[in-house]
């Protein structure tokens, strides 16, 4: 009998990763801002590496500014939006959805803001959400913290960036697994 495959775990065939709100003038009342904007790089380098698409969306930017430049400079797919959900930006969610995937990696800012209420609305369209703990943050932390509870509470799955990148990539046989690999270990040093 062949090997089962949890349907629970990322698929990087089924995923998107949806860069939320990272932008300039929301950053620098994020305490761990700059931290955030690392860890979706990482996420971008494996997504990159595994063909997982991602786009971004960006919070009425004539009052909070672009998307921070160095995301920006990655990120093709910026959708801008007044509604505090990133849900209402169908651009790259329905391309990712004519496409088969179901999975949708959620990151940015703020965790007990437009991060819930788009994790909440995507899980109201029936897809499995998964939502990076270490590449979301709010200005305050217990806010934060009870938001990543309420969201598991409706069924987004919380998980370390680690987890997303190994559950991507999924066997070490793979080629791109060295550099998946480096991408974790240049972090825990």
């Given at each position: 009998?062949?090997?089962?495959?949890?349907?629970?775990?990322?698929?990087?065939?089924?995923?998107?990763?949806?860069?939320?709100?990272?932008?300039?003038?929301?950053?620098?009342?994020?305490?761990?801002?700059?931290?955030?904007?690392?860890?979706?790089?990482?996420?971008?380098?494996?997504?990159?590496?595994?063909?997982?698409?991602?786009?971004?969306?960006?919070?009425y930017p004539q009052g909070l500014g672009d998307l921070e430049p160095s995301l920006a400079a990655r990120i093709e797919k910026i959708e801008s939006k007044t509604s505090f959900s990133a849900a209402v930006c169908r651009g790259a969610l329905d391309a990712w959805e004519a496409a088969g995937r179901d999975q949708v990696v959620v990151v940015g800012i703020e965790t007990p803001?437009?991060?819930?209420?788009?994790?909440?609305?995507?899980?109201?369209?029936?897809?499995?959400?998964?939502?990076?703990?270490?590449?979301?943050?709010?200005?305050?932390?217990?806010?934060?913290?009870?938001?990543?509870?309420?969201?598991?509470?409706?069924?987004?799955?919380?998980?370390?960036?680690?987890?997303?990148?190994?559950?991507?990539?999924?066997?070490?046989?793979?080629?791109?697994?060295?550099?998946?690999?480096?991408?974790?270990?240049?972090?825990?040093?």
């Open positions: 009998m062949p090997h089962a495959r949890s349907p629970q775990r990322l698929d990087c065939d089924r995923s998107g990763l949806l860069v939320v709100d990272l932008q300039e003038r929301l950053l620098p009342v994020i305490p761990s801002g700059s931290a955030v904007v690392k860890q979706v790089h990482r996420l971008l380098d494996a997504a990159e590496l595994l063909g997982v698409p991602f786009a971004a969306t960006a919070q803001i437009c991060i819930m209420q788009t994790v909440l609305d995507l899980l109201a369209e029936g897809l499995q959400v998964f939502v990076a703990a270490e590449a979301v943050a709010a200005r305050d932390g217990r806010a934060h913290e009870m938001s990543l509870d309420r969201m598991r509470d409706h069924g987004a799955v919380v998980l370390p960036v680690e987890s997303v990148l190994f559950e991507w990539c999924s066997d070490a046989a793979r080629p791109e697994f060295k550099a998946i690999s480096k991408l974790v270990k240049t972090h825990q040093r």
